[in-house]
């Protein structure tokens, strides 16, 4: 059974207790989450698609822990112009638990 959900403009594909990775949201340690946004629930050979979304559908998740991600380096270079950047960015991201799916 698994469920593809829409969290701030992007779309998961979830399973019963898998980890995933989100955009981070500002939640504690340990809370509970609902995402009522399904957009298709299948189990088994039933698959149902909403349009938008499956009304009475929910995803029940825990909040496992708030991190930053690897270092990414971008460089930027303009030959024979003496110009050189360099930035680094680190995306701050949630990695939830899911607990149930209901159709």
Do not use: W
């Not at 939640?27 to 399904?38: A, L, P, R, W, Y």
């Amino acid at each position: 059974m698994y469920a593809i959900i829409e969290n701030k403009g992007k779309q998961l594909k979830v399973e019963k207790d898998s980890i995933v990775k989100i955009d981070r949201l500002e939640t504690k340690s340990g809370e509970k989450i609902t995402f009522d946004n399904v957009l298709l629930l299948n189990e088994g050979k039933d698959t149902k698609v909403g349009s938008p979304n499956i009304s009475g559908a929910v995803v029940t998740a825990t909040v496992v822990e708030n991190k930053k991600d690897d270092k990414i380096i971008v460089f930027k270079k303009k030959r024979r112009h003496n110009y050189r950047r360099k930035i680094g960015h680190r995306q701050e991201y949630t990695l939830i638990k899911i607990e149930d799916i209901k159709g």
